[in-house]
């Protein structure tokens, strides 16, 4: 019986979507043209191109996907026409082809990166999955060389004066064809540690912090594990970035920013500060949240405002009667708003990051060093590094156990499963108060 023919093909996309196969292009010396198809008797680059081979198993004509590498093309070929070779004469190989209900077919990237979107919108909240979609989009430009204008032209809620983002199903669609036009002959099976590797360099030589590189290589790993694949950096592969000093508002500060404020703001500032609560929690509060005979604020979801509290865990925390009359008055003067504090059109208020930089900067808070991308200083503009919405959490949860709550107590109120990461928001006392209770501690030996 004579042995079974393996010829290599290359198949390619033309202009009209279809996808022929072709014979691949040699050189002088036999050595395969990478990713050169035969066309016509014309040799044309095809960098979309895989190459595939092509045999009979049995009476069954297969094609084999080996890939974009020629050498690995040309080895597969050899081995493949030896085993078939073994196989027509009755003898077992040991490499031999699985069968095909052992085989676990290739998954295009492309169609992994649109089903993930599409399915963690059920579950994750908007910022997450805008976090999710921005680090696939910044793979698919690694792979293919491309820019795409899906989330790229967003704007950054994190930025003064910008709306938190929306990651809809429209901004999807053009990212499926994108992603399908680039990275045709990519699968998620071909993300190894070089590929993970070349993308934190990438990300890193984009400008980007170390730790917003470490976040990158997680969510790509968190994209991996959903579709049943092992992480492919472990270790001392990780990137490796600095973890920052917890920092709470000094009480100067806050007073200072008091001073200045709007009756509005100062409403704002001190819901942020006596509740500890998250930016869209703060957004998304509404009236029957505030239990003013109980004196307590508790987040809720609000499933019809599109509102579900991170980790879907609601809960109760105690308000100051301080922070109950500004709340009494505020109903006073905005009685038929159903959001405490509404943004335009009684929508939830996406600049409130926009409205304490501003009150920073009028209250000489701002630390005077800090220069944007644009190059304003944060001596004449609000864009202050050090002025963030996520601090006044921080500041909560330190002026809480310094004021004897325990951590426990401040772990329930901030809502947090791990202990260790309520110890992370606990900021250090400023050396003021340290000097004081070490002047009580150790006087009577002097």
Not at 18 to 24: A, N, T
Not at 158 to 175: F, M, N, Q, S, Y
Not at 380 to 399: E, G, I, S
């Amino acid at each position: 019986m004579a042995s079974p023919v393996v010829r290599l093909k290359i198949r390619v996309r033309l202009d009209d979507g279809s996808r022929p196969y072709y014979d691949p292009v040699f050189s002088g010396n036999r050595k395969l043209k990478p990713l050169y198809a035969n066309i016509d008797g014309k040799p044309v680059h095809h960098p979309e191109g895989v190459y595939y081979l092509r045999y009979l198993n049995g009476t069954k004509r297969v094609f084999e996907r080996v890939g974009t590498d020629p050498q690995l093309a040309l080895t597969t070929q050899d081995r493949r026409e030896k085993s078939l070779g073994a196989r027509s004469v009755g003898l077992v190989v040991a490499d031999d082809l699985p069968s095909a209900s052992s085989h676990k077919p290739r998954r295009p990237l492309a169609d992994c990166i649109v089903k993930y979107l599409t399915e963690t919108k059920a579950h994750k909240s908007v910022k997450t999955r805008s976090a999710y979609t921005e680090t696939l989009v910044l793979f698919l430009e690694y792979l293919s060389g491309q820019k795409f204008k899906a989330l790229s032209d967003k704007k950054d809620d994190a930025r003064p004066g910008h709306k938190t983002k929306t990651v809809t199903d429209e901004d999807i669609k053009p990212l499926t064809a994108e992603a399908i036009a680039s990275v045709t002959n990519k699968c998620i099976e071909d993300i190894n540690r070089d590929r993970a590797m070349g993308f934190a360099a990438f990300v890193k030589n984009r400008g980007n912090s170390p730790r917003t590189v470490r976040n990158r290589i997680d969510y790509l790993q968190i994209f991996l594990r959903h579709f049943g694949m092992k992480a492919v950096l472990q270790g001392k592969d990780m990137p490796k970035y600095t973890q920052k000093e917890v920092s709470a508002y000094e009480d100067d500060a806050v007073k200072m920013m008091l001073a200045h404020a709007t009756v509005d703001e100062a409403d704002l500032l001190r819901f942020f500060l006596c509740t500890g609560a998250r930016e869209q929690e703060v957004q998304y509060a509404c009236w029957p949240d505030v239990n003013f005979s109980g004196k307590s604020y508790k987040v809720t979801e609000h499933l019809d405002l599109g509102f579900i509290p991170k980790d879907k865990e609601e809960g109760s925390i105690p308000l100051p009667d301080s922070m109950i009359e500004r709340l009494i008055a505020r109903k006073k003067r905005y009685p038929h708003t159903r959001l405490i504090f509404p943004g335009p059109g009684n929508k939830p208020n996406g600049h409130m990051l926009r409205i304490i930089k501003n009150l920073a900067l009028r209250a000489g808070v701002n630390c005077g060093q800090c220069v944007n991308k644009q190059g304003s200083s944060c001596a004449t503009h609000p864009v202050c590094r050090h002025v963030l919405l996520h601090k006044w959490r921080k500041t909560f949860a330190t002026t809480l156990h310094e004021n004897g709550a325990s951590a426990r107590t401040v772990q329930g109120l901030l809502r947090h499963s791990s202990l260790e990461t309520t110890l992370r928001y606990l900021a250090k006392q400023d050396s003021g108060k340290t000097r004081s209770i070490s002047n009580v501690a150790f006087g009577q030996f002097a």
